[in-house]
Nanobody
Framework: VQLQASGGGLVQAGGSLRLSCAAS????????MAWFRQAPGKEREFVSG????????YYGDSVKGRFTISRDSAKNTVFLQMNSLKYEDTGVYYC????????????????WGQGTLVTVSS
């Protein structure tokens, strides 16, 4: 499994960014893909997830209504559209994959991308 995250950058508060995670996997059967983020000095935090089969989505409370996760099955890619960005959204964003049920805890994910930095200026 290889996950390649991209799309981070510097944006002003109130702005938008779209992150992408291209996945190279043998199978998407029972796959669940998620985005986590980690700010300096803080633990890795669940942001959003999507079940590959069926497309059911999940969001952390701090991003509900502002972020949208989606997937493109033809491109094996998951996207995270981030709108109305806030300073506290700053951090390194990681995409991750696990096989099985949805899960909000980083320790249950075996596969991780390299991370992409999002910086929101206030």
């Amino acid at each position: 499994v290889q996950l390649q995250a991209s799309g981070g950058g510097l944006v002003q508060a109130g702005g938008s960014l779209r992150l992408s995670c291209a996945a190279s996997v043998r199978t998407f059967s029972s796959a669940y893909m998620a985005w986590f983020r980690q700010a300096p000095g803080k633990e890795r935090e669940f942001v959003s997830g999507v079940r590959w089969s069926g497309g059911t989505t999940y969001y952390g409370d701090s991003v509900k209504g502002r972020f949208t996760i989606s997937r493109d099955s033809a491109k094996n890619t998951v996207f995270l559209q981030m709108n109305s960005l806030k300073y506290e959204d700053t951090g390194v964003y990681y995409c991750a994959l696990r096989y099985g049920a949805s899960n909000n805890y980083a320790k249950y994910y075996a596969y991780w991308g390299q991370g992409t930095l999002v910086t929101v200026s206030s």
